[in-house]
């Protein structure tokens, strides 16, 4: 499995783990253009500090991989990284490269 994989299950299983917490018609969607953080994102501050916790808790569970997506740089940044679905997976992936 490419880092990349293991970074598109980590998003995945976090955003699966985060709708069981939400109604029906607040579900994230899993395509790669759904925008979670700004203006017209689907996360609110609350929900984007346990979406957070979901991915490190994934990343431990899943591949052994500790991670923190949270660091202080990250966050001053932070349209740049958790935007989209897919920038978020860019994201993972590229620390995942940095811990293998």
Same mark, same amino acid.
């Given at each position: 499995?490419?880092?990349?994989?293991?970074?598109?299950?980590?998003?995945?299983?976090?955003?699966?783990?985060?709708?069981?917490?939400?109604?029906?018609?607040?579900?994230?969607?899993?395509?790669?253009?759904?925008?979670?953080?700004?203006?017209?994102? *689907?996360?609110?501050?609350?929900?984007? *500090?346990?979406?957070?916790?979901?991915?490190?808790?994934?990343?431990?569970?899943?591949?052994?991989?500790?991670?923190?997506?949270?660091?202080?740089? *990250?966050?001053?940044?932070?349209?740049?990284?958790?935007?989209?679905?897919?920038?978020?997976?860019?994201?993972?992936?590229?620390?995942?490269?940095?811990?293998?």
């Amino acid at each position: 499995m490419t880092n990349r994989e293991k970074a598109n299950q980590i998003v995945t299983e976090a955003i699966q783990a985060q709708n069981m917490m939400l109604s029906e018609d607040m579900q994230i969607s899993l395509d790669p253009s759904t925008h979670l953080t700004g203006d017209s994102g *689907v996360l609110d501050s609350l929900g984007f *500090v346990t979406f957070i916790v979901n991915l490190e808790e994934q990343a431990s569970t899943l591949f052994s991989i500790d991670i923190s997506v949270s660091d202080a740089a *990250v966050m001053d940044d932070m349209d740049k990284y958790f935007e989209t679905i897919g920038n978020l997976t860019e994201y993972i992936t590229n620390l995942i490269d940095k811990v293998s």
